[in-house]
């Protein structure tokens, strides 16, 4: 008879994806996850699979997770243009609260680049629904006149995704909150 799992499988996959996201893929070792996620190997390759496997399960749920959290800051704003400025502070504060700010998604990319189809596709839907849920907040700031009618919505989209990665780079290397803050307000006011 099978003994019931004695952990909770949402923490043991927080864990992986913190050391996922700190030390990537390469970087993290079977017994390093073992000692982080704070459960036996056996039960990692019976619960998730292989370390790729769970590589890839941290990955989209890390994902979707902060997918979900950036729309819930865009859509937060009593208008488009504010949420938007929301999104981009939020994004300075949350990487500048965190004692080590790391992002899976941008290790993800860092580490493999193009070169692994499942991650690179996993990465690409994330990018293009973030992209489509930023152009359709900027179509709406526009519409009210609180961004330039004469920027493609696609293209300040595509600005805003770098910027939240600028953001979360330079708070890995040790930038201030008050460098990460002046990022996002200098992003937000050249939206106007």
């Not at 930038?175 to 307000?185: C, E, G, H, K, V």
């Amino acid at each position: 008879m099978a003994r019931p799992k004695e952990f909770d499988r949402e923490d043991a996959l927080a864990a992986a994806i913190d050391l996922f996201a700190q030390r990537g893929f390469e970087g993290s070792s079977a017994a390093d996850l073992v000692e982080h996620m704070g459960i036996g190997r056996q039960s990692i390759y019976d619960t998730f699979g292989s370390k790729r496997d769970l590589y890839l399960e941290a990955l989209r749920t890390y994902l979707a997770r902060r997918l979900h959290d950036q729309i819930e800051a865009m859509r937060s704003g009593p208008t488009a243009f504010d949420g938007l400025a929301k999104l981009l502070v939020s994004a300075a504060d949350d990487a500048a609260a965190s004692k080590s700010p790391a992002c899976l998604g941008i290790s993800a990319v860092c580490e493999f680049g193009r070169s692994d189809p499942e991650v690179t596709k996993i990465s690409e839907a994330n990018a293009f629904a973030l992209r489509r849920v930023l152009a359709e907040q900027v179509k709406s700031a526009q519409i009210a006149g609180d961004i330039a009618s004469d920027l493609g919505v696609n293209d300040v989209a595509a600005s805003i995704v770098a910027t939240l990665t600028g953001i979360k780079v330079a708070a890995r290397a040790g930038a201030p909150r008050d460098t990460l803050r002046a990022i996002a307000r200098l992003a937000v006011r050249g939206l106007r």
